[in-house]
């Protein structure tokens, strides 16, 4: 039942001892003084409204429902229980009264006051105050009294920039400017960065949101800041690279693919220290850019590639039987080039044989089995040697030309004889050599293998059908057909992604230039 406040007005003023109630959200032993006929025993505060309680204060939330149970014991009769507060200007004021009927002694009763909302100007540290007195008026039975914090709707209790109703709604504390501790105030967190101020890491990335905003300048809400293949904490934690730059080391492979397809190093530009950075090795080159000789000739793929412009995927770049390295380290040989010193013997079929494959006239002298440390001195004694039996072969010849000119002559029986016979010995010798005599390899130069390969393909073929049939790198592909497009011997057409190679003479019309003649 309750009681209106005209009536209270009415009463002798409160001359007894006051009991002062604190609200929390569990029972809590308030402070009372009461006469030997009625005792407060215990108060409960529960609902949505109790959001905290901290240093024995209980926060309520002024725009939520709570709910103040009183646990009262009492003489036989009837009491009017009333619930007030302070409002901000200092004067008191009535949340609510009821009536507790027929109490025996000793008995506890309970009576409950459901508060939907708190008065609006009474927010802030307020004083609760619980007033019990005989039905028939007269001085108070019993008071008690606590201090609690009401929470206005629009406050900041814990100064975060949060307010304080958008804190209970999202679940944050009113009282902790970093609810999650993760080094990013809660205002911050849901009105700057958009991450979840309950969650210390809101991508879940193994980088706290702090961490990711203050130290790393990484998006907190994204898992893989620069979108490289590997998450932000995985970046920052394991590998030592760069979240927020997808390609940490600048060699044109992102950090992903580096850690997970090639097994490179993402925080260094050329893993295998060959003079070639990842990138270019694994899109260019197709070489492996974790192996400094990829083809196991002996030389670093760099070397292969900056130096001597031979194939770093491709052992034996020329095809002359000797490997690159073997040919530039060893022999010192073109390893471009199957017949290094043009007289029409392959470098491997003269290193097999014997021969200098760089020197025209060594080959010669070892086909004879005269040793190089011996071929300046053969070539001087036999230069010599060739002048006298030159002088002596014209001197002998007019003596013996006419003493033996009729006994040789084709007309004589011994004449005819030895001509049988030098035939037969002529015509055996050259069969024998068509038989044993290696065949001359075909040596063409760069441009004139190309033209060949153009000629077997009609006018027109791919670049990729270059790469293919000389065997060479695709950088070294591509160096010879600009030279010859520079010279107008071919001409280079974009197709898609690829360029077509033509000889001038065969580029269709609607692929000519407008400012060539016709």
């Known amino acids: 039942m309750s009681v209106q406040r005209a009536s209270w007005s009415r ?72 619930l007030k ?3 901000n200007d200092g004067s008191t004021t009535t949340l609510e009264c009821q009536r507790l009927q027929n109490t025996s002694v000793g008995s506890e009763q309970r009576v409950n006051f459901d508060i939907a909302r708190w008065p609006g100007n009474a927010t802030g540290e307020q004083v609760l105050t619980t007033v019990v007195r005989p039905s028939d008026g007269g001085s108070p039975a019993a008071q008690a009294s606590r201090t609690i914090t009401v929470l206005a709707t629009e406050g900041d209790a814990d100064g975060d920039n949060l307010g304080n109703k958008r804190e209970v709604e999202r679940g944050t504390s009113v009282l902790v400017t970093d609810t999650d501790t993760d080094g990013l105030t809660d205002g911050d967190e849901v009105n700057r960065y958009e991450t979840d101020p309950t969650n210390t890491d809101s991508d ?10 203050n130290e790393l300048g990484s998006n907190p809400t994204e898992k893989d800041t620069d979108s490289d293949g590997l998450v932000d904490g995985a970046e920052a934690t394991t590998y030592g690279t760069d979240p927020t730059v997808g390609d940490t080391d600048g060699d044109n492979l992102d950090d992903g693919p580096e850690v997970n397809t090639y097994e490179t190093n993402p925080t260094v530009t050329d893993t295998d220290g060959d003079g070639l950075a990842d990138g270019p090795e694994v899109n260019v080159h197709e070489t492996d850019p974790t192996a400094a000789d990829t083809d196991g000739d002996g030389l670093n793929d760099g070397e292969e590639t900056n130096r001597y412009e031979t194939n770093p995927t491709k052992s034996d770049t020329d095809g002359d039987g000797l490997n690159d390295g073997r040919e530039v380290t060893v022999i010192g040989t073109n390893p471009n080039r199957g017949d290094t010193d043009g007289d029409g013997r392959g470098d491997g079929t003269e290193v097999d044989a014997g021969t200098d494959p760089s020197s025209t006239v060594g080959s010669v002298l070892r086909s004879l089995g005269i040793d190089a440390r011996f071929s300046m001195l053969a070539l001087v004694v036999g230069g010599g040697a060739l002048v006298i039996l030159t002088v002596l072969a014209v001197l002998g010849g007019v003596v013996l030309s006419k003493r033996y000119a009729h006994f040789l002559s084709s007309n004589s029986r011994v004449g005819r004889y030895l001509q049988r016979r030098e035939k037969r010995e002529t015509d055996t010798v050259s069969d024998a050599e068509t038989l044993t005599q290696p065949q001359v390899e075909e040596l063409l130069d760069d441009e004139a293998r190309v033209l060949k390969l153009l000629d077997e393909s009609d006018g027109q073929l791919r670049q990729s059908a270059v790469v293919e049939g000389t065997g060479w790198s695709k950088s070294k592909v591509s160096r010879v057909l600009s030279q010859m497009d520079e010279e107008g011997v071919v ?28």
């Open 204 to 213: 879940s990335d193994e980088l706290s949101d702090g961490v990711e905003v």
């Open 491 to 518: 001409k280079k057409i974009n197709v898609g992604r690829e360029n077509l190679i033509i000889r001038p003479e065969n580029v269709p019309e609607h692929a000519r230039s407008p400012f060539e003649e016709s």
């Open 85 to 87: 507060t302070e409002l």
């Open 11 to 82: 009463c002798v003023p409160l001359v007894g001892l006051i009991v002062f109630i604190t609200v929390f959200a569990s029972v809590l032993p308030a402070t009372v003084v009461a006469e030997d006929s009625v005792e407060v025993r215990a108060v409960d505060h529960s609902g949505p409204g109790v959001i905290a309680t901290q240093n024995e204060r209980t926060y309520v939330a002024s725009w939520q429902p709570s709910t103040v149970s009183v646990a009262i014991a009492a003489d036989h009769g009837t009491y009017d229980v009333c």
